[in-house]
């Protein structure tokens, strides 16, 4: 009569040990998938998004794969220990006069973008304009947070301080 054993000590991938009283046992063990083995990791996404010395000013620099930035930039102010969005006109756009981009901006492996400075107002808020209300935000600790084309990243800067409407240069 046969008797069905399984071995302390082998994997759960081990089959199973059979005794028969005339012949030998066996052991069947199916060998586990190769687990060191894998696909290497996807390309992490990393943008930087750093301040440059004059206050609204930043650079954005991509660190991983190609990728598709957000036109619109976002602003946003530090207040009771929250980050909240105020409402502007900032862009990546690189030079007044720029025509904006259809959909997104592309930014390669390694390459930079250094936007236009915010000059801390809500509407032209980067190149001279005409607006209805426009508003001096500051002073206040801000920070710009740029966005992937798809919105699945968001990349917040470092904070600043933007001073004064009659310091600001």
């Known amino acids: 009569m046969a008797e069905f054993r399984r071995t302390q000590g082998m994997k759960a991938r081990c089959v199973a040990v059979w005794v028969v009283p005339v012949l030998l046992g066996a052991v069947s063990c199916a ?3 190769v687990e060191h083995a894998s696909a290497p990791p996807p390309e992490e996404v990393s ?25 619109a930039v ?11 969005d105020e409402v502007t006109d900032l862009t990546l ?30 509407c032209g808020s980067q190149c ?19 966005s992937s084309c798809d919105g699945k990243h968001k990349f917040p800067g470092p904070a600043f301080e933007m001073p004064p409407h009659d310091q600001w240069k």
């Open 47 to 71: 943008v930087v998004v750093r301040n440059l010395s004059l206050p609204g000013a930043f650079e954005v620099e991509n660190l991983g794969p190609d990728i598709e930035l957000a036109w």
């Open 31 to 33: 060998s586990s998938p």
């Open 128 to 146: 001279a304009a005409t607006c209805r209300a426009n508003v001096y935000l500051g002073p206040g600790e801000f920070r710009f947070v740029v």
């Open 93 to 122: 756009i690189e030079k007044c006069g720029q025509t904006p981009p259809a959909h997104c901006v592309p930014l390669a492996h390694g390459a930079r973008l250094r936007p236009v400075r915010w000059n801390g107002l809500t």
């Open 74 to 84: 976002t602003v946003q102010r530090h207040s009771k220990s929250e980050w909240s």
